[in-house]
């Protein structure tokens, strides 16, 4: 019999998809049983008790979290999400309620050997529930009590050589597509690229040194499959610099309907027969590509490596050789002053271990935004007020027409003094000399 009645969120237990309260009620009443004998650290209950407030909040269409919460482990000034119910009499085993943010490897590869290891630390001492994984990234272990945090971080690092992940104003745990490990896409090793940062910026990571948070995202080319230029303010983005590599034959194999386009992701439904000029040559956004009945052809200058074409047609388009990624900053979410997306900054950049021309984009941004940044403001906020130009001096960068989608249309341009003869010191009876009043 469960602690807490819950009829809506029975509810909820009905339909196709994974249930969580199915699922968290499984997780209840394996702790109840205890198959094991832990000698559990927190309540036994706190999954019965978690569902009990989520009813409550159901029914009151309002949290029952209350405000904020500073706990964490000594060394670290973040990585922890404090959090206590505001009915603590009624629900005994989630008013200490943290979340651990732990670092998930590159692409979210694992072996069942360290979950299993990672599950026995967390079902002993938290609530046995998750969160696999949080937005940015982390293993987000959900549940838990002040006194068991430097418990679990003592076992996390000794005995599964795991950290934490980041949180606060620092460098959240970057996060990548998972790039040449298993996709033809890859512009650069993804993977390589996510470990390297989180490792080189562990202290940057762990303790608050910044204006407000900053993420690091690694897309290993433009679809964007961990959406870079959405979610992080330096965003890395794989591409190629030549030509897209044409198999003719293999082209032909699409034309004649031997190979599905876009390796059969709308198969669902008969869109007819591939048609190569409406479904590839017609829709490439810069024009570039040519279909004489026999031969496909791309005009390499005009290409915008936009993918569409290499995602129709992957057995027969291929990314080029000279390969590196592209560097864009600043995007957020609204708050405060609009959502932005990343915005170019260096066009082409090498991408090979140990991504010293990275990096070095990194620290130039991070010089100038830890010093200019205002408290609490992103780097894209910083951008918009002391604007792209200054980024582009500070990251060294020449302004160049990539930059922009289009140039500005009002004329309150700024001149840097020494690039107008005579600079700004004008004597007013030097001009009046020549027009008298
Ligand atoms: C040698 C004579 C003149 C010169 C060199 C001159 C120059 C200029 C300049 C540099 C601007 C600013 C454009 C901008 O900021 O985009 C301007 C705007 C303007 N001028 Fe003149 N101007 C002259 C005579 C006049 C006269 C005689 C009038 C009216 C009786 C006049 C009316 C205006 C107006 C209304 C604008 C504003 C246009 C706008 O903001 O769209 N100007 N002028
Ligand atoms: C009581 C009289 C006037 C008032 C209250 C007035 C007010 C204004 C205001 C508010 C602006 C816009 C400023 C801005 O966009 O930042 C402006 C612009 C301008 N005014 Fe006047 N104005 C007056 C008289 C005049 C006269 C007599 C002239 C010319 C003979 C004149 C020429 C202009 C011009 C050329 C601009 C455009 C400046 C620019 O585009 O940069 N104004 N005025
Ligand atoms: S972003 Fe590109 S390289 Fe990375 S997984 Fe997606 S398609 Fe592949
Ligand atoms: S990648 Fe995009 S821009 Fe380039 S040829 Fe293909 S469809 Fe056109």
Known sequence: MAKHATPKLDQLESGPWPSFVSDIKQEAESRAKNPKGLDYQIPVDCPEDLLGVLELSYNDGETHWKHGGIVGVFGYGGGVIGRYCDQPEKFPGVAHFHTVRLNQPSGKYYTSEYLRALCDIWDLRGSGLTNMHGSTGDIVLLGTTTPQLEEIFWEVTHNLNTDLGGSGSN???????????????????????????????????????????????????????????????????????????????????????????????????????????????????????????????????????????????????????????????????????????????????????PFDEIKEVVENIWDWWMEEGKNRERLGETMKRLSLQKLLEVTGQPADPRHVMEPRHNPYIFFKEEEVPGGWDRDITEYRKRHLR
């Not at 040449?180 to 993804?190: G, I, L, V």
């Not at 407000?212 to 979610?231: E, L």
């Not at 190629?240 to 386009?261: N, R, T």
């Not at 869109?271 to 009945?293: H, M, N, Q, R, Y």
């Open 171 to 353: 460098l959240r745990t970057p996060a990548d597509c998972l790039g040449e490990t298993r996709c033809e896409y890859a512009c650069y090793d993804t993977s390589a690229l996510a470990f390297e940062m989180t490792n080189e910026y562990q202290d940057e990571l762990h303790r608050p040194a910044f204006p407000y948070k900053f993420k690091f995202k690694f897309d290993g080319c433009p679809n964007g499959c961990v959406a870079a230029i959405a979610r992080s303010d330096f965003s890395v983005i794989g591409t190629w610099k030549d030509s897209i590599k044409i198999d003719q034959a293999a082209v032909k194999a699409y034309v004649a309907g031997e190979f599905k386009p876009n390796a059969g992701a709308h198969s669902g439904r008969d869109w007819g027969k591939f048609d190569l000029v409406k479904e590839v040559v017609e829709l490439c956004p810069s024009e570039a590509i040519t279909w004489d009945g026999a031969k496909l052809t791309i005009d390499r200058k005009e290409c915008v490596r936009c993918m569409h074409c290499i995602n129709t047609m992957p057995r027969a388009l291929r990314i080029g050789d000279e390969r590196g990624a592209s560097i864009l900053c600043g995007a957020k979410a609204p708050i405060l002053d609009g959502a932005q997306m990343s915005s170019l900054v260096v066009p082409f950049v090498e991408a090979q271990s």
